[in-house]
């Protein structure tokens, strides 16, 4: 198992951009494939980008299609962090992020990811 806590989020205006970051506390984090969710009020928590794990610097990144272009997802194993850069930002981004890890290459279901963070507040005005 591994703590993870993610920070960066906050309130901006619609067209800009926002850096999360979540830090990885404990062994192995650089052997876990690593992913962002969100989740909207009333909806249900939803992938948003992930990426698998690495031995070196080479590695997968894979996103769900509303965000591909705009949002890129990495990682830094020297400071077990990933990160999720999100550019071009529009009001229907405006949710709850969550980094979580998993032991499953290329998931995409929660259920798949077995430590979550606390979560960070992305808000988008229009």
């Given at each position: 198992q591994v703590q993870l806590v993610e920070s960066g989020g906050g309130l901006v205006q619609a067209g800009g951009s926002l850096r999360l970051s979540c830090a990885a506390s404990g062994r192995g984090f650089s052997n876990y494939h690593m992913g962002w969710f969100r989740q909207a009020p009333g909806k249900e928590r939803e992938f948003v980008?992930?990426?698998?794990?690495?031995?070196?610097?080479?590695?997968?990144?894979?996103?769900?299609?509303?965000?591909?272009?705009?949002?890129?997802?990495?990682?830094?194993?020297?400071?077990?962090?990933?990160?999720?850069?999100?550019?071009?930002?529009?009001?229907?981004?405006?949710?709850?992020?969550?980094?979580?890890?998993?032991?499953?290459?290329?998931?995409?279901?929660t259920g798949a990811f077995h430590s979550w963070g606390q979560g960070t507040q992305v808000t988008v005005s229009s």
């Open positions: 980008a992930g990426i698998t794990w690495s031995s070196g610097t080479t590695y997968y990144a894979y996103y769900t299609d509303s965000v591909k272009g705009r949002f890129t997802i990495s990682r830094d194993n020297a400071k077990n962090t990933v990160y999720l850069q999100m550019n071009s930002l529009k009001p229907e981004d405006t949710a709850i992020y969550y980094c979580a890890a998993s032991n499953v290459y290329g998931s995409r279901s």
